[in-house]
């Protein structure tokens, strides 16, 4: 039932590799458990009390509660999925209650800092210096996830029109407006790939023609960040999150940049309206006669 649960998050609700590699290993972890535990073979004769058992065994490991609401989501989706297929009447989830997310705003780079960036820092006159300047510049410009950059087709790139268009989770598009500025480092890396030949439809790839993984893009955003912060994060997120803000903080509409980050509520865009928040008390401790 694991591997049709798993074709399902895939096929019909489009599910990224990531989500379904953590849900199969959380699954069958929970399988593992029962038939340790309990000598149940399947997680579909489990009880509401077999799943608090297999939490509190984790909270007792130290796992934290971030990784512990990720495990109860996977199982309550898998669950759904049995009562959807008629394996089960009940889901034993109904009666299960999770930790709550530990509240944590998102870091940001500081205005001045990404000003700084690309102000001061000198970016070698290659293809790597502009491939990495452009994937800076976007990341900021645009608020992409870094799934959604290395995706990105060249055919998805309009500078004619001054848009991209990339897919998020679950597949979902969206179009997102770019600056003229932007639209020239564009051009230039372009140019460039067109001078080494290469042809290949992702828009990002390496000198070799090869696509980009995670880790070459994480590190190429860790390097230039660590040149004008002192964040522990210097990630890829960290500078969605420095986008989200810093439009907020100078007056985008809420619902404008729930649609450009993609996102499914607007619960998840309200988190940057605290930092937003937090800086106004500051503003006002700072100013205020009485602050």
């Given at each position: 039932?694991?591997?049709?649960?798993?074709?399902y998050?895939?096929?019909?609700k489009n599910f990224s590799k990531?989500t379904?590699?953590s849900y199969r290993?959380?699954?069958?972890?929970f399988v593992?458990y029962?038939?340790h535990s309990y000598?149940l073979e399947?997680?579909?004769?489990?009880?509401?009390?077999?799943?608090?058992?297999?939490?509190?065994?984790?909270m007792?490991?130290?796992?934290?509660?971030?990784t512990?609401?990720r495990k109860?989501?996977a199982?309550?989706?898998?669950y759904?999925?049995?009562l959807?297929?008629?394996?089960?009447k009940?889901?034993?989830m109904?009666?299960?209650?999770?930790?709550k997310?530990?509240s944590r705003l998102?870091?940001?780079v500081?205005k001045?800092?990404?000003?700084?960036?690309?102000?001061?820092?000198?970016f070698?006159d290659?293809?790597?210096?502009?491939k990495?300047?452009?994937i800076?510049e976007?990341?900021?410009?645009?608020?992409?996830?870094?799934?959604?950059?290395?995706?990105?087709k060249?055919?998805?790139?309009?500078?004619?029109?001054l848009?991209?268009?990339v897919?998020g989770k679950r597949?979902k598009?969206r179009i997102?407006p770019i600056t003229?500025?932007l639209?020239?480092y564009?051009?230039a890396?372009?140019?460039e790939k067109n001078?080494?030949g290469l042809?290949?439809e992702?828009?990002f790839?390496?000198?070799?023609?090869?696509?980009?993984?995670?880790?070459q893009?994480y590190l190429?955003?860790?390097?230039y960040?660590?040149?004008?912060t002192t964040?522990?994060?210097?990630?890829?997120?960290?500078l969605?999150?420095?986008?989200?803000t810093?439009?907020?903080?100078n007056?985008?509409?809420?619902?404008?940049?729930?649609e450009?980050?993609?996102h499914?509520n607007l619960a998840?865009?309200q988190?940057?309206t605290?930092?937003?928040?937090e800086?106004l008390?500051?503003?006002?401790k700072?100013?205020?006669?009485?602050?």
């Amino acid at each position: 039932m694991i591997e049709k649960f798993l074709e399902y998050l895939k096929y019909e609700k489009n599910f990224s590799k990531h989500t379904l590699i953590s849900y199969r290993n959380d699954t069958e972890q929970f399988v593992a458990y029962l038939k340790h535990s309990y000598e149940l073979e399947t997680a579909e004769a489990a009880t509401s009390s077999m799943i608090r058992s297999w939490m509190a065994a984790l909270m007792q490991e130290k796992i934290s509660s971030r990784t512990i609401i990720r495990k109860a989501s996977a199982l309550r989706t898998y669950y759904r999925y049995l009562l959807r297929e008629g394996v089960i009447k009940v889901t034993p989830m109904a009666k299960v209650n999770t930790p709550k997310m530990p509240s944590r705003l998102p870091v940001f780079v500081a205005k001045k800092d990404m000003e700084n960036l690309f102000r001061s820092i000198t970016f070698p006159d290659t293809f790597d210096g502009l491939k990495d300047r452009l994937i800076l510049e976007l990341f900021y410009a645009t608020g992409i996830r870094l799934s959604e950059l290395l995706t990105l087709k060249d055919s998805n790139v309009n500078t004619y029109n001054l848009t991209i268009k990339v897919f998020g989770k679950r597949s979902k598009e969206r179009i997102i407006p770019i600056t003229p500025l932007l639209k020239g480092y564009i051009d230039a890396y372009r140019n460039e790939k067109n001078k080494l030949g290469l042809k290949d439809e992702i828009f990002f790839i390496t000198e070799k023609g090869k696509k980009l993984y995670e880790k070459q893009v994480y590190l190429i955003v860790h390097k230039y960040l660590d040149m004008v912060t002192t964040l522990q994060k210097k990630s890829p997120h960290v500078l969605r999150h420095s986008f989200a803000t810093h439009i907020l903080d100078n007056g985008a509409d809420i619902n404008t940049v729930k649609e450009l980050l993609g996102h499914a509520n607007l619960a998840a865009t309200q988190v940057y309206t605290h930092n937003t928040l937090e800086k106004l008390k500051r503003v006002y401790k700072q100013s205020h006669p009485r602050g």
